[in-house]
């Protein structure tokens, strides 16, 4: 199938959809691939502080949260038209919003929850649809996430010394591909979720700006303040960073909850008579220094990357990038765009391959990033309501 596939993707940050339209060719393993067009479109206000609620565990009845599937949904294939007015796609990859994620366990299995009504967006789209991409791995005792590494690996591929990929959206995750020659070119493709990307500081600027404000745009107002640095050493300390990978998190732990800890940590540390504005600012300063240092301190653990790639939201905050720069001395530190690939389409165009793997039926998952017992194929696919249903009944009644 040469024909394009289209990419839909809702990050943890819940700030709107990426959808990307996609060609692929050739081997799956490594295909050759076009963007021809991809489009971004922001939830609607409301939607996305209910969905952020809900990722909160705010208690919601199961009308309101049917409501929200529906809505969301909408908003998937008014996407879905805007990056492919001609109707060119034979297939639609939609990853859904995540909700809740919880890894396993010990004997507890993993579980996640991707909110979309697929058959409504099936039908809307008139197109067959692959998402759910999750569960295969889970249940088979995988973490079910990250889901970008194998992408990243068929779309990007290696270079000549160790790369790194972090994609900066709610949650910062980390692909790391071995060099393509040498001795440590056997080594196995790796993976996980390194901590909160702009999750806590949406969090915290909402907070700050009486929901005025949803991000820190350009990272304008942290650039204003002082990290903490004995406080950041000290949350590095927490058990999910000094946990190995396979490892996947989510709001679940770096949600609002945790923000109100760090905070209250803040204001402990902050000098006597501080006032307001300059403590809010060194507040996203820390929060904003806090991600880049969980990733590199995760990119110190195993064999130093000579270049991390850098897509995804975050990757627009100049001071996220310059604590990024400041503190992973020694890597060529470039966003995607440099390889040929729009930093804010590169999770949309995974979910676009995903769904032409899984046409193929080529395993999405690896086992060295998520920990399952084996490779999967991933995701469900859904018809368009009614396709393909033969000898349908008219004029019953006659």
Partial sequence: MNRPVLGLMSGTSADGVDAVLAVFRGAPSRPRWQLLHRAELPYPRALRSALIELGQGAAMRAERILELADALTRVQAEAARRCDPGGQ??????????????????????????????????????????????AADLALGGQGAPLVPATDLALLGRIGGWRALLNLGGIANLTVLPPRSGPERRAALTGWDCGP???????????????RLSCDENGAWAARGTPCEPLIRRWLQEPYFASEPPKSTGRELFGSADLERRLRDLREAADAGVDQGRWEADALATLTAFTAAAVAADLERGTRPVELVVAGGGGRNATLMTQLRRRCLGMRLRTSSELGLDPQAREALAMALLAWWHQRRHPGSVISVTGASRPSVLGTRVEPPGAGCRGAVQGRGR
Wanted: glycine share 12%; proline share 7%; charged share 15%.
């Fill in 197 to 211: 990307g702009n999750t806590l500081l949406d969090l915290a600027v909402n907070r700050f700006s009486d929901g």
């Fill in 89 to 134: 796609a034979v297939l639609v990859g939609c990853h859904g919003q995540t909700i809740w994620h919880r890894p396993p366990l010990g004997e507890r299995g993993g579980l996640s929850w991707q909110l979309l009504q697929a058959p409504l967006l099936a039908h809307l789209l008139e197109r067959p649809v692959v998402h759910d991409f999750r």
